[in-house]
């Protein structure tokens, strides 16, 4: 079955610092997405990125980064040099098959604080 | 554009109320998804429609019923609700089933 498992609930840093949030995965299928979604106070899943099972290569966009490990089933996210509006919560979620019937799974979230 | 509405923002409705949530999307989505979501918890699937028919109702109770008049907008009548179902009720949209979901900012629903 799939599972998504985001071990850190709530993380706090001050602002500037660098900070990963973690995600492991499980699943039995070869094929699959993985994600990552931002939830700020105002409620709406904001989308950041999606990468297939066939793609291993680290993406970096701005700030953001992403670190993906078929080897250990990972895919971390680092924001670099925090700031305030990075506080939020930020769901990993799986997709067994990327076009199908297939929900997206979500991992429980953790909850990011960037205090000032 | 990936730009998902949802009306309304807010709203408080009493145990016998009946009312609609409304979403919108113009993006050529073909697949439209229902989530509610309480309080520190993951969104949870409640129903998934792709070209405007039904195509999973994840076991929800029957005083919700989604309705898919075009393939642009998608509702979510609500009766008889029971304070339990106080929640953040969001909306999605993606290109096919199984494509990346696009989010609206969801309704906060009360039930008194």
């Known amino acids: 079955a799939q599972k998504v498992t985001q071990a850190q609930t709530e993380i706090s840093v001050v602002e500037k610092e660098d900070v990963t949030l973690d995600c492991v995965y499980e699943?039995?299928?070869?094929?699959?997405?993985l994600f990552w979604y931002k939830q700020p106070p105002s409620g709406e899943l904001v989308f950041l990125i999606r990468?297939?099972?066939?793609?291993?290569q680290n993406e970096i966009s701005g700030r953001y980064s992403w670190n993906f490990q078929k080897s250990t089933s990972s895919f971390n996210f680092t924001i670099t040099a925090s700031q305030v509006v990075d506080s939020a919560v930020y769901f990993c979620?799986?997709?067994?098959?990327?076009?199908?019937?297939?929900?997206?799974?979500f991992g429980k979230g953790t909850r990011l604080h960037i205090l000032p | 554009d990936t730009e998902v509405t949802q009306t309304p923002k807010h709203l408080v409705m009493g145990m016998t109320n009946k009312k609609s949530l409304k979403c919108e999307q113009h993006?050529?989505?073909?697949?439209m998804y229902w989530y509610k979501q309480k309080a520190k918890k993951p969104p949870e699937l409640m129903f998934v429609?792709?070209?405007?028919?039904?195509?999973i109702n994840e076991s929800v109770p029957s005083r919700f019923s989604p309705e898919c008049p075009n393939s642009s907008l998608l509702n979510l009548h609500l009766h008889a609700l029971q304070p339990e179902d106080s929640a953040l009720y969001l909306c999605?949209?993606?290109?096919?089933?199984?494509?990346?979901?696009?989010f609206g900012p969801g309704t906060r629903l009360l039930v008194l």
């Open positions: 979620a799986l997709s067994e098959t990327p076009v199908g019937d297939d929900k997206i799974i």
């Open positions: 999605a949209s993606s290109q096919v089933m199984g494509e990346t979901q696009y």
């Open positions: 429609y792709s070209y405007e028919k039904l195509s």
């Open positions: 699943t039995r299928d070869t094929t699959y997405y």
């Open positions: 993006m050529g989505h073909r697949a």
């Open positions: 990468r297939n099972s066939f793609d291993e």
